[in-house]
T-cell receptor
Framework: GDSVTQMEGPVTLSEEACLTI???????????LFWYVQYPGEGLQLLLK???ADDKGSNKGFEATYRKETTSFHLEKGSVQVSDSAVYFC????????????WGAGTKLIIKP | GAGVSQTPSNKVTEKGKYVELRCDPI?????LYWYRQSLGQGPEFLIY????????DSGLPNDRFFAVRPEGSVSTLKIQRTERGDSAVYLC????????????FGPGTRLLVL
């Protein structure tokens, strides 16, 4: 069945470092892909999305490109801040559902000043 | 309040007990969703309400789990005869229409079954 695999965390970086969190997927059809973020003590928030191959989603300095050939949707940011410390989840839309997602296990990101 | 709220924030119970978890969605949101997030995992879909009715309960793991939304607003997730494996964070989300992108998530209820 469809699935999402994320790199294990925690990922620990210094402020202003470059970030990449890997996400690969297996899916039939052409799912939409998403990154969510969960800040400490807060609810999950949609960070960015891409709906078709070669689309690039971006928000708050984060980017991810839908790569069909490598079945990947890696999250990147050029210069991280302490405030980016959170858990990041990669997800894909499930089948024909307009409300269900298949989620990765999440990657905890820790940014040190 | 402006966002989705869930109560209690933490619940500790003993194996075999009954628990109720409450979700207050954003006012006017007709769609409401429950998820379970086990430690180190992503959310797992449980049930989706459209208005008062459960439009999709395919994610409920067994008949010990039940959810209601009698007036189309507040929802309660009920777990009977709790087991240690039910320990998880239970998330609620709401949206104006059934949609992935517009779901607003609550902070969750952390359930620990001893």
């Amino acid at each position: 069945g469809d699935s999402v695999t994320q790199m294990e965390g925690p990922v620990t970086l210094s402020e202003e470092a470059c970030l990449t969190i890997n996400c690969t997927y297996t899916a039939t059809g052409y799912p939409s892909l998403f990154w969510y973020v969960q800040y400490p003590g807060e609810g999950l928030q949609l960070l960015l999305k891409a709906t078709k191959a070669d689309d690039k989603g971006s928000n708050k300095g984060f980017e991810a490109t839908y790569r069909k050939e490598t079945t990947s949707f890696h999250l990147e940011k050029g210069s991280v801040q302490v405030s980016d410390s959170a858990v990041y989840f990669c997800a894909l839309s499930k089948g024909n559902s307009n409300y269900q997602l298949i989620w990765g296990a999440g990657t905890k990101l820790i940014i040190k000043p | 309040g402006a966002g989705v709220s869930q109560t209690p924030s933490n619940k500790v119970t003993e194996k075999g007990k009954y628990v109720e978890l409450r979700c207050d969605p954003i006012s006017g949101h007709t769609a409401l969703y429950w998820y379970r997030q086990s430690l180190g995992q992503g959310p797992e879909f449980l049930i989706y309400f459209q208005g008062t009715g459960a439009a999709d309960d395919s994610g409920l793991p067994n008949d010990r789990f039940f959810a209601v939304r009698p007036e189309g607003s507040v929802s309660t997730l009920k777990i009977q005869r709790t087991e240690r494996g039910d320990s998880a964070v239970y998330l609620c989300a709401s949206s104006q229409i059934a949609s992935i992108e517009t779901q607003y998530f609550g902070p969750g209820t952390r359930l620990l079954v001893l």
